[in-house]
């Protein structure tokens, strides 16, 4: 029998990748943002690698159900929950490629990406890069989610917020699953 | 990257009269450098790494003759996590471009070496449009295996000036694989003739700041041994 494997990028890379839209409503990410301002975020450090602020903990029980749930319809198979942070960023804010909040380790796995900003940013993109390639992106669409597979090839990023969208601020949950 | 442009302003005779002109350009005009004792001394106590700011750098006609080799370049957008910016190709593609790049190399290496007690061999030269929106985060340009000894920057009059786009610099030291207690120490304004030379190290992080308007042209690169 031969399997079907063409690189070794199949292999260890990351093959799904989905935006979902319409996975949270304004009222729900208004309920999610306040309860992610309540549990508190604080600033990263390091601007070589990112400017941003990060919430370690956040209190968002049906959010991560929900993530599981798109991560299995999405991937036949979820696992158990790895990582689960949320990430404000403000004009002049980004989260480089190379930092990727790795605080918790090397990922593989299922990451699921909610936007829950209030409104459109123009210019917030995530970007899945593979090798240093885009070849996935979340474009601001509060209430989409991203559902992505993810491997040791698989990197991501937060791009440049510009000081033209003034005080418009970008939330976004990250639930890692593997 | 996206469609070529180019930020064309004077007519261009040809690129060989063009070329020639520029391998004449005097870089080492500015009467700083005949005082290098002088220039040492700045060097070294630049703080938060050695770095240079030369103004006036050029003469009108100079500045002219440069200005007509940048007519014919054209540039790309160049994108990613770090930067967006438009550039000419790392290697220069004209004859102009090939020309400044070798009398800048011929007139700023020795002096430039002398500053940072390296010697100098050889210079490589881009041309940079900041339009606005465009950045450059937070870096160092040290990796071992490029052999970048400095870095430089040098700036070019444009129809609109930029709000934004100061070269800043900042304090930090190193704590393991990382950076740390980073602070803003120094910002250096895009101003026409200027040319700003900074040391290649671990530690000296910079960035250039989002322009937010009009257009922010430069000659940059970087001196190698």
Redesign the interface.
């Known amino acids: 029998m031969v399997l079907p494997v063409t690189t070794l990028d199949d292999v260890v890379g990351g093959r799904v990748a989905v935006v979902r839209p319409h996975m949270i409503d304004g009222a729900a990410r208004a309920a999610a943002r306040a309860a992610l301002e309540a549990t508190g975020y604080r600033r990263l450090?390091?601007?070589?690698r990112a400017a941003a602020e990060l919430c370690e903990r956040p209190d968002l029980p049906a959010l991560v159900a929900r993530a599981r749930t798109l991560a299995t319809a999405a991937t036949g198979g979820a696992g158990v929950v790895r990582a689960c942070f949320a990430v404000r960023l403000r004009a002049?804010d980004?989260v480089?490629?190379h930092h990727d909040l790795v605080e918790s380790g090397p990922i593989a796995g299922v990451e699921v990406m909610f936007d829950l900003s209030e409104a459109v940013v123009p210019?917030a993109v995530v970007?899945y890069r593979r090798r240093?390639q885009v070849y996935a992106e979340l474009p601001s669409d509060p209430s989409a989610a991203a559902v992505v597979e993810r491997g040791p090839a698989v990197t991501s990023?937060h791009?440049?917020l510009?000081?033209?969208v003034g005080a418009a601020t970008v939330v976004r949950l990250v639930v890692r699953l593997g | 990257m996206t469609t070529a442009t180019c930020y064309r302003r004077h007519a261009v005779i040809t690129e060989q009269d063009v070329a020639t002109a520029a391998a004449a350009v005097c870089w080492a005009r500015a009467a700083a450098w005949t005082e290098l004792a002088a220039l040492t001394a700045r060097w070294r106590a630049a703080t938060p790494f050695p770095h240079l700011v030369v103004d006036d750098l050029l003469s009108e006609d100079d500045l002219a003759t440069v200005m007509a080799v940048l007519d014919d370049e054209v540039v790309e957008l160049y994108q990613a996590d770090l930067y967006a910016f438009d550039a000419t190709a790392p290697e220069p593609a004209s004859a102009g471009l090939r020309a400044l790049r070798a009398s800048l190399t011929a007139a700023l290496a020795p002096p430039l070496g002398a500053l940072c007690g390296r010697a100098l061999g050889r210079a490589d030269l881009r041309a940079f449009g900041y339009r606005p929106g465009h950045h450059l985060l937070p870096h160092t340009d040290h990796q071992v295996e490029l052999g970048r000894v400095l870095a430089y920057i040098y700036y070019l009059p444009t129809p609109r000036p930029p709000r934004g786009g100061e070269l800043e610099l900042y304090r930090c030291r190193r704590e393991g694989d990382e950076l740390v207690d980073i602070t803003s120490a120094a910002r250096v304004e895009p101003r026409p003739n200027r040319l700003v030379v900074f040391e290649v190290g671990a530690t000296s992080l910079h960035q250039v700041r989002e322009v937010e308007e009009g257009l922010r042209l430069s000659l940059a690169g970087w001196f190698y041994p």
């Open positions: 450090l390091g601007i070589d002049g980004y480089l490629a210019g970007h240093g990023n791009t440049y510009s000081k033209a």
